[in-house]
């Protein structure tokens, strides 16, 4: 792409910065937070944050492909708590049989995924080829799966056994290297998300659905599926999330993982993914996340803000970024 | 007769290129003037100028022998001048009357006034020959009555001076002739018209003056009066054209594709013909007749009944995916809505179709880069920048990435659906050149079109459709005008007696 010439240098300047944004104003948000704070940069601090961001990181990668292929997912924090409360339910219910171990851990696991996949499988099956919009599919099963986690709990809290929990507890805390288990899942998760978008026919073919599906249909592009797909990856991760959520607190309630999916659908524009499809970016994603963290992190570490005006300053955040996207696209 | 309204040495640049180099035009009162030129000649930038979407970066704009400046669009409209846009400004889900009176209401009190706006509704249809109830939403409607609904809406505002860009491009030859003597009647009634439009028979019918635009230049402008069609189109491309159509390989006899029985529910009744290896077979018709359902029935693009078999072997039905592995394509009529992703760059558009070539996990970017060289070369396709984006082309180099991609599946056979629609003389030359060397290298082509002189010039053998049915099919010295249309109307009116309505 070397040999083109640089007749329009302009243009091109400002979509650069246009990709550069959300990277620029995490570096702000770094160097804000490292004067603000010695503490910031410690390994504590950082460890935390990322650990932290792990869980609406790992949803929000599977939410850039729904959105990059023109759909949306309001039930992913209803989902994330109800995939943990059958998790735990289940670990409970198998420790009788299968004592307190590997086994028992890795066969929650599996039910973990299993639950994701189905989950997002039965948004996705109603979205792609029943044909109802995807806000009200996900809007009715958002509601669906937070009254079924209440439920199962009887309106209070659903623990996992003490001793299983502490057999558990290491997927959260540990790691590999000092670095933490969800971090590393995270970036895993990011790596392979970032691979399938850019250069993979499966990214390419969610860009085409979501930019335009006449189009992706007349190119002979499995329609159909490739949506349904799109929801039952991001079904899978949230259960991957799950996995990583339940050793940290041993416990699924009403109020787990509520607000979730607008932390992964801001940070997804953050990001620089279009809203209405056609375009995504999954680095772009994980730097939204962190964007997103960062603001928290700091608020409670400095005392200039409230930490109560967390939500507030997020919110700006997300219209801010929409903002510049617009001014962007209205100068190419 | 002193002109209404006049563009005097307008120029027009976009960042630092200049696409239009100075140019007097002007329009009078019961006059057709036609603009014609090659898409990218400027005709939709000066027609845009005029009806006030752009300022002209130097030169002037008179209203009435006055100095004039448009802010927008808007200000040009509440002097009298209205566009109709190629891409209709129609809103899709409201009814015909909503939108004829979109944004000038007729109001009683603070309440609409329906009764009133729907009468008048009517009574502009009715002047236009159009027989569609007012009531109807848009999105229900074919495209030719958009297109009359367009020009209701116009005619709704009492427009003085009215800029028509290219309004034929998706009529049959009788809507044409409809539209064509409402315009006449207009002119008649002193309204000033500017015309476009790529058919130069249409332009020596109606036009009474002519200028040509080349690449942002103003060739000449003249009394259409003895202005024949050869001409006018040297004077376009800026070099003598010899003939549109090249010459027909002969077809062999090898049968690669048979249709038996096709049937698309409410669309297409037993539709059964052969294709043979190296034969372009045109399929005429007029709108509504079935043919682009017949084909995206054929391909999976829409639920069909009966058998399609390519080389003998039947093809799974209802799938996209199944045509293409046995080697057929369809290449749609709508390049911007169905075709291309006009917000993509123009590498993406072209292997969307062929993606699985490009590796089988990861996408082979570098042999993606050289398919864009390759395709550039092969088809000729004029960019600026590799990079642009396959919106920014224009109309005749978007059909051509569209044929580029279509072909980069590699397919055995090809149906082209309009493959010259709303694109300029000598691009249209080009596509013919590739039609006739697809078939001349033993590749099958269906061509579907409404333009008769097309079908006849590129096509071995014509099946004329009408209304669903296969009507006729016609070969050799056969291929006339006047036999296609015989075939198209005559099913038409054996159907209408046999089903009184």
């Given at each position: ?75 992913v924090?209803?989902?994330a708590a ?70 199962l709990a ?36 990011a ?22 599906e ?110 510049l ?8 | ?8 040495g ?68 509440n ?26 209401e ?57 800029i ?5 491009a ?7 002739d ?49 202005f024949?069609?050869?001409?006018m ?12 159509f ?40 007029l ?25 003998g ?25 169905k ?16 993606l ?53 599946a ?40 409404s ?5 006849i ?13 296969v ?31």
């Amino acid at each position: 792409m070397t040999d083109i010439t640089a007749s329009e240098p302009k243009p091109r300047r400002r979509v650069n910065l246009h990709v550069l944004g959300p990277v620029l104003a995490l570096v702000a948000l770094i160097i804000l937070g490292a004067s603000l704070n010695s503490n910031f940069l410690s390994y504590g601090n950082v460890t935390n944050v990322l650990a932290r961001s792990a869980f609406i990181g790992i949803i929000a990668v599977g939410m850039t492909f729904v959105i990059t292929a023109g759909g949306i997912d309001l039930s992913v924090g209803s989902m994330a708590a109800f995939v943990a409360g059958v998790m735990i339910l289940s670990l409970n219910a198998l420790i009788p049989s299968m004592g307190i171990g590997v086994p028992l851990i890795a066969t929650g696991m599996v039910i973990a995924l299993a639950t994701g996949i189905a989950a997002g499988f039965l948004n996705g099956f109603l979205i792609s080829k029943i044909r109802i919009e995807a806000f009200i599919v996900t809007l009715g099963s958002m509601g669906i799966y937070r009254s079924l986690v209440t439920w199962l709990a009887d309106g209070g809290t659903l623990s996992l056994n003490f001793d299983a929990r502490s057999f558990y507890r290491p997927v959260y805390y540990d790691g590999l290297l000092g670095i933490a288990w969800p971090i590393i899942v995270f970036a895993v998760v990011a790596i392979l998300g970032e691979l399938a978008m850019r250069h993979t026919a499966f990214g390419r073919h969610c860009a085409a659905l979501g930019a335009n599906e006449q189009v992706a249909k007349y190119s002979a592009i499995k329609v159909e599926r490739l949506r349904l797909m799109t929801y039952v990856i991001l079904g899978l991760l949230v259960g991957v999330a799950t996995i990583m959520y339940v050793p940290r607190l041993g416990s699924a309630s009403a109020s787990t993982g509520v607000l979730w999916e607008l932390e992964a659908i801001a940070a997804v524009i953050i990001g620089g993914t279009v809203l209405k499809g056609g375009f995504g970016r999954v680095w772009g994603t994980v730097i939204g996340v962190l964007i997103l963290s960062l603001i928290d992190n700091i608020l409670n570490l400095a005392s200039i803000v409230s930490p109560y005006l967390n939500g507030a300053i997020q919110g700006v955040i997300v219209i801010l970024a929409v903002v510049l996207q617009r001014e962007s696209k209205s100068a190419d | 007769m002193t002109a209404v309204l006049a563009a005097q040495g307008v120029k027009r640049r976009f960042g630092p290129i200049e696409v239009l180099h100075g140019v007097d035009f002007d329009l009078v009162p019961g006059q057709i003037h036609a603009l014609i030129g090659e898409n990218g000649a400027g005709k939709s930038t000066l027609m845009k100028i005029l009806g006030g979407y752009l300022s002209p970066s130097e030169g002037q704009l008179l209203l009435d022998g006055s100095p004039v400046t448009f802010t927008d669009q808007r200000d040009a409209e509440n002097a009298g001048i209205l566009m109709i846009h190629q891409e209709f400004n129609l809103a899709l889900q409201l009814s015909v009357e909503e939108n004829i009176f979109l944004g000038r209401e007729k109001k009683r009190g603070i309440f609409l006034d329906k009764v009133a706006m729907r009468a008048e509704a009517a009574e502009l249809l009715a002047r236009l020959d159009c027989h569609v109830d007012p009531r109807t939403r848009v999105a229900d409607l074919s495209v030719p009555n958009r297109q009359m609904v367009e020009i209701a809406r116009a005619l709704g505002r009492n427009a003085r001076v009215l800029i028509m860009d290219e309004p034929t491009a998706v009529l049959t030859g009788r809507e044409t002739d409809v539209l064509l003597g409402q315009i006449d009647r207009l002119r008649a009634n002193g309204t000033a018209i500017l015309y476009t439009s790529h058919k130069l028979d249409e332009i020596r019918r109606i036009a009474d003056r002519v200028t040509v635009l080349r690449d942002g230049t103003q060739i000449l402008t003249r009394e259409a009066k003895g202005f024949t069609e050869d001409a006018m189109a040297t004077a376009m491309v800026g070099r003598e054209l010899t003939d549109l159509f090249p010459d027909k390989t002969p077809a062999t006899d090898e049968v690669v594709l048979t249709v038996e029985n096709l049937t698309v529910p409410g669309k297409v009744r037993d539709a059964s013909f052969t294709l043979k290896r190296g034969e372009v077979l045109g399929f005429a018709g007029l709108v509504g007749s079935g043919r682009t359902e017949l084909m995206e029935g054929l391909v999976g693009l829409r639920a069909a009944t009966g058998t399609v078999k390519v080389n003998g072997t039947p093809v799974k039905p209802g799938s996209v995916q199944a045509a293409r592995e046995a080697g057929v394509v369809y290449l749609t009529e709508d390049r911007k809505d169905k075709g291309l992703l006009l917000g993509k760059d123009l590498t993406q558009n072209l292997t969307l179709l062929a993606l699985d070539k490009f590796g089988s996990l990861r996408i082979d970017k570098q042999a993606e880069d050289a398919a864009l060289t390759q395709a550039i070369s092969d088809f000729d396709i004029r960019v600026n920048d590799r990079a642009m984006l396959a919106g920014s082309l224009s109309g005749g180099n978007q059909q051509k990435l569209l044929l580029a991609k279509t072909m980069l599946a590699d397919p055995d056979i090809v149906i082209i659906d309009e493959p010259t629609r709303g694109i300029d003389i000598g691009t249209k030359q080009q596509i013919y050149g590739f039609i006739a060397d697809l078939a001349a290298s033993g590749k099958s082509v269906i061509v579907v079109s409404s333009e008769l002189p097309e079908v006849i010039g590129t096509s071995h053998r014509v099946i004329v459709m009408g209304r669903g049915f296969v009507a006729g099919e016609l070969t050799g010295e056969k291929i006339t005008e006047e036999n296609i249309l015989r075939l198209a109307v005559g099913v038409a009116d054996r159907i209408a007696e046999t089903e009184p309505a």
